[in-house]
């Protein structure tokens, strides 16, 4: 049980949360510049900040998530991988904290981010092919960058 998942099963929100927790933590020891942060269980094709236009300094996403529609109403984007500058962890994991749908997935963080930091400036996405969405669940449709392995 984690306090974020209101007395049920942990969910990737609580499972997020405990991870940024332990790597501020770390954080403030090492600075760290650039944290990854990916789920288990996939299979990477290339390496995530080798994929499209990777800014260093900004939270990267890898492409716009699912359809259109899903971008204009929430910024919908990619909850299997996170490249996160050291700096905005803290901003990251605010958006984590307050992302919707029952904490059962990342894919709303974008604007809650930007709410924490006053600006859609400090992300970036990375698939330069901005009228192209993609969905994450590799079972749904590929992707260039990983396989989830189920």
């Known amino acids: 049980k984690y306090p974020y998942s209101e007395g049920g099963p942990a969910t990737q929100r609580d499972t997020a949360i405990r ?3 332990i790597t501020l933590q770390a ?3 090492r600075n760290y510049s650039f944290v990854v942060m990916t789920r288990f269980d996939l299979n990477f094709k290339v390496c995530p900040w080798h994929y499209g236009n990777f800014v260093p300094g900004k939270i990267n996403f890898l492409w716009k998530e699912w359809c259109k529609e899903a971008w204009d109403d929430h910024k919908r984007t990619p909850d299997a ?3 996160i500058p050291g700096p905005l962890l803290l901003a990251f994991r605010e958006g984590v904290v307050t992302s919707d749908g029952n904490g059962k997935c990342l894919h709303t963080i974008w604007l809650k981010i930007a709410k ?3 600006t859609t400036d400090t992300m970036n ?3 330069g092919q901005y009228d192209r969405f993609i969905d994450s669940n590799t079972g749904v449709m590929p992707n ?3 396989t989830i392995e189920r």
Request: hydrophobic share 50%; aromatic share 6%; net charge negative.
């Open 27 to 29: 954080h403030k020891v």
């Open 19 to 21: 991870a940024l927790d």
């Open 81 to 83: 991988i996170h490249l």
């Open 144 to 146: 260039p960058v990983y």
């Open 116 to 118: 924490v930091t006053g």
């Open 125 to 127: 996405i990375m698939d």
